[in-house]
């Protein structure tokens, strides 16, 4: 069974780095694609970033613009998002998502197993 618990989040200034982590407590995690997702306060979820099972392809969204970075070690069942230069507008709570499926994929319908999320606030 695949659940997954983010970390990481917290209260930050502009300009500020984090590191989320996302750890899924199942057995499949390395057949899996795993993503990002976010949702800001009043706004629909939408996706951040996506990774491979291999860790070879990964998916951003345009707006990120180089500022985050997704990776994953497999032989610690984690997927990590890096965000460097925050702004206020990256203020959010970020879910990561597993789906069962090898292929990395932006479409938030395509992924099976949600995490609680953790909240990430960035002040100007």
């Known amino acids: 069974q695949v659940q997954l618990e983010e970390s990481g989040g917290g209260l930050v200034q502009a300009g500020d780095s984090l590191r989320l982590s996302c750890t899924d407590s199942?057995?499949?995690?390395?057949?899996?694609?795993m993503g990002w997702f976010r949702q800001a306060p009043g706004k629909e979820r939408e996706f951040v970033a996506t990774?491979?099972?291999?860790?070879?392809?990964?998916y951003y969204t345009d707006s990120m613009n180089g500022r985050f970075t997704i990776a994953r070690n497999n032989a610690k069942n984690t997927v990590y998002l890096q965000m460097n230069s925050l702004k206020v507008e990256d203020t959010a709570v970020y879910s990561c998502?597993?789906?069962?499926?090898?292929?990395?994929?932006?479409?938030?319908?395509?992924?099976?197993?949600w995490g609680q999320g953790t909240r990430v606030t960035v002040s100007s």
């Open positions: 990774i491979s099972a291999s860790g070879i392809t990964t």
């Open positions: 199942g057995r499949t995690f390395s057949s899996q694609t």
């Open positions: 998502a597993a789906r069962r499926s090898p292929w990395a994929t932006r479409r938030q319908s395509e992924f099976d197993y």
